[in-house]
């Protein structure tokens, strides 16, 4: 099994992550989280709330920023007027380009499959070019392998092979080929049996559209929101209007998005339905750079903070190429994933455009008024925005890829998912080491009153080595065990999941132990 293939596996065997609708087969792109998945999610978006918006002073500097700044939440609804995505550009622009296989009926994203003619080269260093038929893979010259690259056409060109002795095959990327009809007659897709079956690319929206109410016409169409960002800008003037914040100042939404990805694939990072962790922060446009660069670091801060390793975390600033038309600056952060690095969060210069397209939109003034600015001129503007907008599914994945680890513990193999405390699913749990003597009594007393202040658990069941190893593949950071001097000395053994530490602690002092080690 490959990394990834263990880390799928631990999530379907410990109830983190179940694939949609399984006894049916599932649905490509969705996905469930179960009982440890659905509190590891719900911390990573509580300690982005807690963090970004609910314990936010406004009275304060945050180290990096040029000045203090309020953050005010919001939940927007997920079905909007259409009018929003016209004017967000979404129902014109929000596509990819796709490709089709008329043979194998399989759908690709075209900026996603490579196409590569094979080189071959003998000892004397003499090159030889065979293009007489190009090999379709998904993947990249660069990030994939040769060897990656060829499974898809591992017959054919191990075929080649042999006709040229002495000579190994190596792909030579064919850029435009896809875009080109007669390079495009001479592609052979992954499965198909012959050339020519892949179609010209063309743009594929990827909103989901639906109808409101009980007519399904033109009229009662709408769409499943692409992103939540859109429902903080229509509320821009709701908030400043209802609210004591000022310019510059943000408003963070969690919630659902819905992308009709072509191809949903590496687990739940590229999902149709998943959630988003989104600041629109308004401020001035002078103000702009400097606050793009405050969010980048605090961004990229924050998931160091939640105990990511810094080797895996990258921060990537888009070449101005990259840049969407009204884009004045994007950052991503980026992850080491097993199936290479990818986006996991951007941040985003996005200048005052989507104010200003609401505002054409609908005829509405979305201007900020500044009735303390002493200059007439300057008091009525639209802000520029900032916007970090973060994954919850692929940050939800990102920690447990970060987070898994197999070592040996007395000789004997564990595996072990050293989750930050804040992200792990249990506190702690609770064993009586043995099922008599009183050990269960005085366990689940323990476990009901660490129950009010923590996700705690209790198990009675099996050998403690056992129960402690299906902790640790939990994540769980501590496990408490009532043993046979806890009755008469009034202390419980507390043992740590990374180090496997054990230390004695009082029965009266747990919580405020457990509270100061865990950090919550
Ligand atoms: N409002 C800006 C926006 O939506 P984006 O880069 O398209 O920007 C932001 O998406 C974040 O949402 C991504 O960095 C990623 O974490 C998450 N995301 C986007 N598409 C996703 C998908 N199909 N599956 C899972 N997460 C996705």
Redesign the pocket.
């Known amino acids: 099994m490959d990394a990834m293939e263990k880390i799928v596996s631990l999530c379907k065997r410990r109830g983190f992550i179940f694939p949609s609708s399984e006894i049916y087969g599932g649905l490509n ?1 969705a996905w469930d989280y179960g009982p440890l998945g659905v509190e590891l999610k719900r911390n990573l978006k509580q300690a982005w709330w807690d963090d970004m918006v609910a314990h936010h002073d406004e009275t304060a500097t945050p180290q990096g920023a040029p000045q203090p700044f309020g953050m005010v939440g919001l939940d927007s609804s997920l079905l909007m007027n259409p009018k929003v995505w016209e004017a967000s550009g979404h129902v014109g622009g929000f596509s990819d380009p796709m490709v089709d296989d008329r043979e194998t009926r399989a759908r690709y994203r075209a900026d996603q499959l490579a196409v590569y003619a094979l080189e071959f080269i003998g000892s004397d260093g003499k090159l030889e070019r065979y293009d007489e038929v190009l090999f379709a893979a998904p993947g990249e010259l660069g990030k994939s392998t040769p060897t990656e690259l060829f499974e898809p056409h591992r017959k054919r060109i191990s075929g080649l092979q042999k006709s040229k002795p002495g000579k190994e095959a190596r792909p030579v990327a064919v850029p435009g080929a896809l875009q080109d009809e007669t390079l495009r007659a001479r592609v052979l897709a992954p499965g198909a049996s012959a050339p020519g079956t892949l179609t010209a690319p063309r743009a594929f929206n990827l909103m989901f559209k639906t109808h409101v109410g009980a007519l399904e016409d033109n009229q009662s169409v709408t769409y499943l929101r ?4 859109q429902g903080i800008f229509v509320n821009f003037k709701n908030v400043t209007d209802t609210t004591r914040v000022r310019v510059p100042f943000g408003i963070g939404q969690i919630g659902k ?1 819905f ?1 009709n ?1 072509i191809n ?1 694939r590496n687990f ?5 339905e ?1 959630e ?1 962790m ?1 600041i629109e922060f308004f401020c001035r446009a002078s103000e702009a750079a400097q606050w793009y660069q405050f969010w980048r670091e605090r961004r990229f801060q924050w998931y160091l903070d939640l105990g990511m390793k810094p080797s895996n975390l990258h921060l990537r600033e888009h070449e101005a190429s990259e840049l969407a038309h009204y884009a004045a600056g994007c950052a ?1 952060v980026e992850y080491d994933f097993p199936f290479g690095r990818s ?4 941040i ?1 210069n996005r200048t005052d455009f989507d104010l200003r397209q609401h505002m054409q939109m609908s005829g509405k003034d979305l201007r900020y008024f500044d009735d303390q600015e002493p200059n007439e001129e300057a008091r009525r503007f639209l802000p520029h925005v900032i ?1 970090p ?3 919850a ?3 939800t994945l990102a920690f447990l890829c970060d987070a898994y680890s197999e070592d040996e513990v007395g000789g004997e193999a564990r595996t072990v998912l050293r989750l930050h405390p804040r992200l792990a699913p249990i506190k702690a749990a609770v064993f009586p080491l043995v099922k008599k003597e009183g050990m269960p009594e005085k366990a689940l007393e323990i476990y009901r009153a660490l129950k009010k202040r923590f996700t705690v658990y209790y198990d009675e069941k099996g050998a403690i080595g056992r129960r402690y190893r299906r902790q640790d593949e939990a994540g769980t950071p501590f496990c408490i065990t009532v043993d046979g001097d806890t009755l008469s000395a009034g202390s419980v053994t507390v043992r740590e999941r990374d180090s496997c530490e054990q230390t004695r602690v009082g029965i009266s002092e747990l919580g405020d132990v457990l509270s100061a080690r865990l950090g919550i």
């Open positions: 792109g692409p992103e939540t960002a998005a992308r990805e949903p739940t990072f590229r999902s149709r998943f988003q989104e991503d986006e996991l969060e951007g985003a916007e907008s973060a994954g599914d692929r940050g």
